[in-house]
């Protein structure tokens, strides 16, 4: 008997000790916030969350808003002499992305990834400046027309990346977006009012011009009146992604 009361104190002492231990060993950090610096060079100010769940599963979360400003690489898409008809145009976009993301490398948020993930996507212009030319019995007439219009977009995509941890307490983080596309569809609606009473063959003329204006991967209709024109988009929405995010881990 006198055996067993010895040895009881030393079983509930290891016990202790090893809860102690265990206790004291520290927990995998879940959490991360960050933010694309690249995106900044395009006016993109944005931040996201990524919450790890297990080992190989996490969701990150974001969102960007680009401020009102000149619309980027606008040379791309449009001929010189088509983008001069477009007089003071600005735009402004905000977009929010769900990601889920499975890690093949380390874990918990290390190391390589694929990441489906759904964005949604809007556009919003500035009200702008636009002319046409109308051919008149030999003579050339500018009409000049005020613009403005929203456009969205929800697609789906993949990206691949690796992600990092910089420092030895694995506070800094650096995400690396290898590549990434999506894809799928849109719809705005754009308005051009006129202070010229529209006639048949002005407005006729006027279809044409924005018909010909031929914007690359963009569906578009187009409708005349006596005031001017209504453009509805629908077709395909896509994009690519790629870039550098640093973050904070806790």
Same mark, same amino acid.
């Given at each position: 008997m006198? =055996? ?11 016990? /202790?000790?090893? @809860? ?8 995998? =950090?879940? +959490? ?11 006016? +993109? ?19 960007? $808003?680009?401020?009102? &400003?000149?619309?980027p690489? /606008? ?8 983008? %001069?008809?477009? @007089? +003071?145009?600005? $735009? =402004? ?9 499975? #890690?093949? *490398? ?10 489906? #993930?759904y ?18 019995? *030999? ?6 027309? %005020?613009g +403005?219009?929203?456009?969205? &977009? ?5 990206? $691949? ?8 307490? @694995?506070?800094l $983080? ?30 006729? @003329?006027? =279809? ?6 031929? /914007? ?14 209504? /453009?509805?988009?629908? *077709? ?11 973050? #904070?881990?806790?």
């Amino acid at each position: 008997m006198k =055996k067993y009361f010895l040895i009881l104190p030393c079983f509930i002492f290891s016990g /202790i000790s090893a @809860q102690e231990i265990t206790t004291a060993e520290p927990s995998e =950090k879940m +959490n991360i916030i960050k933010t694309n610096v690249t995106a900044y060079a395009f006016r +993109n100010i944005n931040l996201s969350y990524e919450r790890a769940f297990t080992e190989w599963f996490s969701l990150n979360m974001g969102f960007g $808003v680009m401020p009102e &400003g000149k619309v980027p690489f /606008i040379n791309s898409f449009l001929s010189d002499a088509d983008e %001069k008809r477009f @007089q +003071n145009l600005n $735009v =402004k976009s905000f977009n929010f992305t769900i990601e889920p993301r499975f #890690y093949i *490398g380390s874990g918990y948020g290390k190391g390589f990834y694929i990441a489906p #993930y759904y964005r949604y996507s809007q556009v919003t212009s500035n009200t702008f400046d636009f002319y046409y030319d109308y051919n008149f019995s *030999g003579t050339t007439y500018q009409i000049p027309l %005020k613009g +403005n219009g929203t456009a969205h &977009g929800n697609s789906g995509g993949l990206m $691949v990346g690796v992600q990092f941890f910089l420092t030895r307490s @694995q506070n800094l $983080v650096l995400d690396f977006w290898i590549a990434g596309a999506h894809y799928g569809a849109g719809k705005g609606d754009f308005t051009m009012t006129s202070d010229v009473i529209l006639t048949p063959d002005m407005q006729a @003329q006027l =279809k044409k011009e924005i018909e010909n204006l031929d /914007i690359p991967v963009v569906n578009y209709t187009v409708e005349t009146n006596a005031n001017g024109a209504n /453009i509805k988009v629908d *077709g395909p929405w896509l994009g690519l992604r790629s870039g550098l995010s640093l973050g #904070y881990r806790f």
